[in-house]
């Protein structure tokens, strides 16, 4: 049996471990996950949670944004997001096995929309995969509620009465004349022409008074008949 030397056992050593590393070279070539677009970060594999992008946040919903593209298309533009939504990041999947990670503010990529051209990495023979699907990472909290003017205090005004207020007749337009009671001429009846009236009426006394005289008179006319007679 003839032993190898030395040399000649060197020799096939690096043979062997030349051809490993090629093949392991072209295993790993065969496993790589390449994209043409230096705002990614390709990864090999699948990913289904955003815990497992570590950019922090959770899955944002597709109405959180304003975009065109995705899923059946090998590209994904995002113009605009939903009010109070945060985006930390953008996992792209697509090709035969990987996906894109896209981080706001990071690797080229601008901190706010638009994201324009996001894609998934290449497929294993170098050619432009289809995204399979997307999903974005964040936060989203609830807009600021702007208080409401405050009404204004209503002030109430009295309302007038419903029944009609009394009115008050009107005066006469033809003055009432109020007539004094006449004197009594003559002396018939009345204060003696010319006295004060005081309510009492007097007018008998008058008429006794006359009488008396007239009789006193008589009486003396014939008292001096009756001298002369004698």
Not at 80 to 91: N, R
Not at 172 to 193: H, I, M, Q, Y
Request: hydrophobic share 35%.
């Amino acid at each position: 049996m003839q032993i190898m030397s030395g040399r000649r056992v060197r020799s096939a050593v690096t043979v062997v471990a030349l051809a490993t590393a090629a093949l392991l070279g072209t295993a790993g070539s065969a496993l790589a996950c390449h994209s043409d677009d230096d705002r990614a970060k390709p990864i090999p594999g699948n990913i289904s949670k955003c815990e497992q992008v570590k950019a922090g946040g959770k899955a944002l919903s597709d109405a959180d944004f304003k975009f065109t593209g995705g899923a059946g298309e090998k590209r994904l533009n995002i113009t605009g997001l939903g009010e109070g939504v945060k985006v930390t990041a953008i996992v792209v999947l697509g090709g035969d096995d990987g996906y894109n990670v896209y981080e706001p503010g990071k690797r080229k990529l601008s901190d706010t929309p638009p994201w324009t051209e996001l894609r998934a990495p290449f497929n294993r023979d170098g050619s432009k995969a289809n995204i399979d699907k997307w999903y974005a990472c964040g936060e989203k909290t609830k807009p600021t509620e702007q208080p409401k003017p405050s009404e204004p205090t209503k002030t109430s005004t009295a309302k007038p009465p419903t029944t009609a207020p009394t009115t008050t007749e009107k005066p006469s337009d033809t003055p009432t004349s109020t007539s004094a009671p006449a004197p009594n001429v003559g002396g018939n009846g009345g204060n003696g022409g010319g006295l004060a009236d005081t309510g009492f009426d007097n007018a008998w006394l008058l008429w006794a008074g006359g009488l008396l005289v007239l009789a006193g008179a008589g009486v003396l006319v014939l008292l001096r008949v009756r001298r002369k007679a004698d």
